[in-house]
């Protein structure tokens, strides 16, 4: 599609196919996207236990004591009426248990425990967090160290996750330098340092980072190198109609299709992507806060969808101050973020990084604009 607006790029990226699914360890998982639902492999808590250290206690005192239960062993005593057990947190409650009285609330003399009794207190019913066979969560939710926790005192060893998404980054411009101080009509690459970390935070892995000279052949062969090996080949500058903007001859040359040819967005306009036979193009202008709009609007949801993960609404913010946007296109403008807020930052050129470091995210305009305490919306930075 030619120059769509905004909000129909982002739903035009987000059309990965999910990636096949692996079983992966339960270690393994964290970082990663369920690729199908987690189910309990036993109650929690499997059986009756002690939520607190005393005694376990049946029916009311005094209590004569008649042994003791830890936790990781089988109570192998059974109490009735005026008997009580010492008990460890987390031990199973042996049979006729009514109660849990804790260490600091009971007095033992003599072997007799006298303490008040409150029928059912502080004992954890088997089954009271999940039953065997209940969902725990669901495909496409994203596994952390707390789901992962939960799992494993589920039973769980292994779960079905989607891998992370492989990109190939292919660095466009002659004129770029590694290291130093660019001499006159060179300039410093400042996106090829700075991406690998974003994709990291989006959940994929950069496979190589690559560059090519601004001829088309060279074109070609980079990305034919970088489709070979990654899922996504990320380009950087070239997006354009300039002398030496090589991409959308070298996709054609490669029998790709552009599904996105400019977006109608400030900064970031000239972003592109396209579908070749063996992986996405994603084509990011060559200035540099141009790019990070462009990797954020539809390398996100293209990356997402790749891991299954479903396109989440955008959340909302206040606007601090008025803001101006084109008449016909929407405009990302860099801001900080503070108590539901967002206040535009300085250095706001299409060229420049001062803005973008100092910031949390995008607020994003309506065509026209937005005024001071309007809700707009929020695209953070990952």
Same mark, same amino acid.
């Given at each position: 599609m030619r120059e769509p607006d905004w909000p129909t790029a982002r739903r035009l990226a987000a059309a990965g196919q999910p990636l096949t699914a692996q079983q992966v360890p339960l270690a393994d998982a964290d970082g990663h996207v369920l690729a199908q639902a987690a189910l309990a492999l036993t109650d929690l808590p499997a059986f009756d236990t002690s939520s607190m250290d005393g005694w376990a206690v049946c029916g009311e005192g005094p209590w004569t004591v008649v042994g003791e239960v830890l936790a990781g062993h089988a109570p192998d005593v059974e109490l009735s009426s005026g008997q009580c057990c010492v008990i460890a947190t987390g031990a199973a409650v042996p049979d006729g248990t009514s109660a849990i009285v804790r260490r600091e609330n009971g007095e033992l003399t003599d072997g007799q425990l006298t303490a008040a009794h409150v029928p059912g207190a502080d004992i954890r019913p088997a089954g009271e967090e999940c039953r065997r066979g209940e969902v725990l969560a669901q495909s496409g939710e994203l596994v952390g160290p707390a789901l992962i926790g939960l799992l494993s005192a589920a039973g769980i060893d292994t779960v079905a996750v989607r891998p992370r998404p492989r990109v190939a980054i292919?660095?466009? /411009?002659? #004129?770029?330098?590694?290291? &130093? *101080?660019? &001499? =006159?009509?060179?300039? !410093?690459?400042?996106?090829g340092p700075q991406l690998?970390?974003? =994709?990291?935070?989006? /959940?994929? +892995?950069? *496979?190589?980072?690559? !560059? %090519?000279?601004?001829?088309?052949?060279?074109?070609?062969? $980079? =990305? !034919?190198?970088?489709?070979a090996t990654a899922d996504v080949v990320m380009t950087t500058g070239g997006t354009a109609a300039g002398p030496v903007d090589h991409l959308h001859t070298a996709v054609a040359q490669l029998e790709g299709t552009f599904l996105i040819d400019s977006v109608a967005v400030r900064p970031g306009h000239p972003m592109a992507l396209a579908q070749m036979a063996d992986a996405w193009l994603l084509g990011l202008p060559g200035n540099p806060q141009s790019a990070i709009v462009a990797l954020l609007s539809l390398g996100a949801p293209l990356i997402d969808s790749l891991r299954g993960r479903a396109e989440s609404p955008l @959340?909302?913010?206040?606007?601090?101050?008025?803001? !101006?946007? @084109?008449?016909? +296109?929407? $405009?990302?403008?860099?801001?900080?973020?503070? &108590? /539901? #807020?967002?206040?535009?930052?300085?250095?706001?050129g299409?060229?420049?990084? $001062? /803005?973008? %470091?100092?910031a949390d995210g995008f607020v994003v305009l309506p065509p026209g604009g937005a005024h001071s305490s309007d809700v707009v919306g929020w695209l953070g930075l990952p």
């Open positions: 292919v660095l466009f /411009g002659d #004129e770029l330098v590694d290291s &130093g *101080v660019a &001499g =006159i009509g060179q300039v !410093r690459d400042s996106l690998p970390g974003w =994709i990291k935070r989006m /959940g994929a +892995e950069v *496979v190589s980072v690559s !560059r %090519a000279a601004d001829t088309l052949a060279d074109h070609v062969d $980079r =990305i !034919r190198q970088a489709a @959340p909302t913010v206040t606007l601090t101050h008025d803001t !101006r946007a @084109p008449a016909h +296109e929407h $405009r990302l403008v860099a801001s900080r973020l503070a &108590g /539901g #807020e967002a206040t535009p930052v300085a250095h706001l299409s060229a420049m990084l $001062r /803005g973008l %470091a100092v």
